[in-house]
C-alpha cells in the first residue's frame, strides 16, 4: 500500500468513539483503523461524543492524543487538549449504537466542521437521517417484504401472509438486541407483540422470516460504495442471530450475483449522501439492515483472506483530506 501522497504527510485523526479501555484490541473495527493510521505514520487523537463542545458556532472538543498497540495494556493516552474540530485533517464518527440522543447532538456539532478544512467520516447529516433499520426501505427492490408498524393486529396480519413466521426488531436496536424470530402458533405471540411495541406506543419492523439465515448472515464492507469484502456470521443451533457476541461464528464469504446485484442498487445513494464506510447485512440475497454508525468486521475478514482493509479506509482518507490554501 503506498504512503500517502495528499500533501498531509502527518495528518491529524480524530477517532470519536466509546471508551478506549473497553475496546476488544482482536475484534474492534475502530481499533484496527487507528493501528493503521499510527502505522502509516498519522498523529491519532481520541475523544467520546461527550467531550465534544460548541462555543457559538466553532466547534471544539477535550481530545487525548494516544498510541495503540496489540497488547496489555493495548493503548496509551498521552495528556489531555482542547481545540477547534478544523485543526484535525480528518475526524472518524465511531460511537457505537443506541443512535440515542447524545450520539444525534454529536452529529450536530460535527455538522458544524468546515468541511473545505476537515474530513469528517461518515457524513453527519447522513448519520441523522440513515436509521439501520429503516434507511433500508430506499431499496425495495432488494429487500425481503418489511413492515413498520406500532400495531399488533397489522402485525399478525403481516405474519399471515408470510406463511406464518417473521422477525421482529426495534428500530433504534444493535447487535440482535430484541431481536425475534416469531411462529403464529407460539402461545407467547400476542405477549411478545405487545412486549416488543410497547403497548402499541413503539414502531418496530417486521421481515418476512429467510430460512437462509441458518447458513448465515452475511455482513458486507463498503467503502464510498464498492465492496472491500464480506464475512458470514453463522448462528448457533440454539439461537437465531447471526451476531458475534451472542455466539456466532464467522467463515470466510465471497460475494454473489445477488449480492453484487444489492451493492449496485445502494452505492450511488451511499455516495450522494455521503456514508463513506457501511456495513450491509445480507441474508439469502436479501437487504435486511444498513450499517452507517460504525460498522464491524473488518479484523475477521482480515484474518479469514489475509488482506489489510484498513489500509483501504486509510488510503481512502488520505486521498480525500481537504486540500486548503
Not at 480528518?90 to 455538522?111: E, G, N, Q, W
Request: aromatic residues 6%; hydrophobic residues 40%.
Amino acid at each position: 500500500m503506498e504512503a500517502p501522497t495528499t500533501g498531509h504527510p502527518r495528518s491529524r485523526l480524530l477517532f470519536v468513539m466509546d471508551p478506549i479501555e473497553r475496546v476488544l484490541p482482536d475484534k474492534d473495527t475502530t481499533f484496527a483503523f487507528m493501528l493503521e493510521a499510527q502505522a502509516r505514520g498519522h498523529e491519532v487523537h481520541y475523544c467520546g461524543a461527550l467531550d465534544l463542545y460548541t462555543t457559538g458556532p466553532v466547534p471544539s472538543g477535550r481530545t487525548r492524543r494516544l498510541e495503540v498497540k496489540r497488547a496489555d495494556p493495548h493503548y496509551t493516552l498521552f495528556e489531555e487538549c482542547v481545540n477547534e474540530l478544523s485543526w484535525f485533517d480528518a475526524i472518524f464518527m465511531r460511537t457505537d449504537p443506541p443512535v440515542d440522543a447524545t450520539y444525534l447532538f454529536a452529529t450536530h456539532l460535527l455538522s458544524l466542521v468546515d468541511p473545505d478544512r476537515t474530513l469528517v467520516l461518515n457524513r453527519p447529516a447522513a448519520l441523522r437521517d440513515a436509521n439501520e433499520k429503516l434507511y433500508a426501505l430506499n431499496f425495495p427492490q432488494v429487500i425481503p417484504p418489511t413492515l413498520v408498524t406500532a400495531d399488533r393486529q397489522r402485525l399478525r396480519e403481516f405474519m399471515h401472509e408470510q406463511d406464518g413466521e417473521m422477525i421482529v426488531k426495534p428500530l433504534d436496536g444493535c447487535g440482535g438486541a430484541g431481536v425475534f424470530h416469531l411462529h403464529q402458533a407460539d402461545r407467547n405471540l400476542n405477549a411478545i407483540l405487545e412486549a416488543a411495541t410497547a403497548e402499541g406506543s413503539r414502531l418496530i419492523m417486521a421481515q418476512r422470516y429467510i430460512p437462509e439465515v441458518r447458513s448465515g448472515d452475511k455482513r458486507i464492507i463498503l467503502l464510498d460504495g464498492e465492496p472491500l469484502g464480506a464475512v458470514l456470521r453463522v448462528p448457533r443451533e440454539d439461537e437465531h442471530r447471526g451476531n458475534i457476541h451472542v455466539g456466532g461464528t464467522v467463515r470466510r464469504a465471497t460475494l454473489s450475483q445477488a449480492d453484487t446485484r444489492i451493492v449496485n442498487a445502494l452505492a450511488p445513494r451511499l455516495k450522494r449522501d455521503g456514508l463513506y464506510f457501511v456495513g450491509l447485512d445480507v441474508i439469502g440475497g436479501f437487504l435486511t439492515e444498513v450499517n452507517v454508525t460504525s460498522p464491524t468486521g473488518v479484523q475477521e475478514i482480515d484474518r479469514l483472506d489475509g488482506t489489510n482493509l484498513s489500509a483501504q479506509v486509510l488510503h481512502f482518507v488520505e486521498h480525500h483530506l481537504p486540500r486548503t490554501t
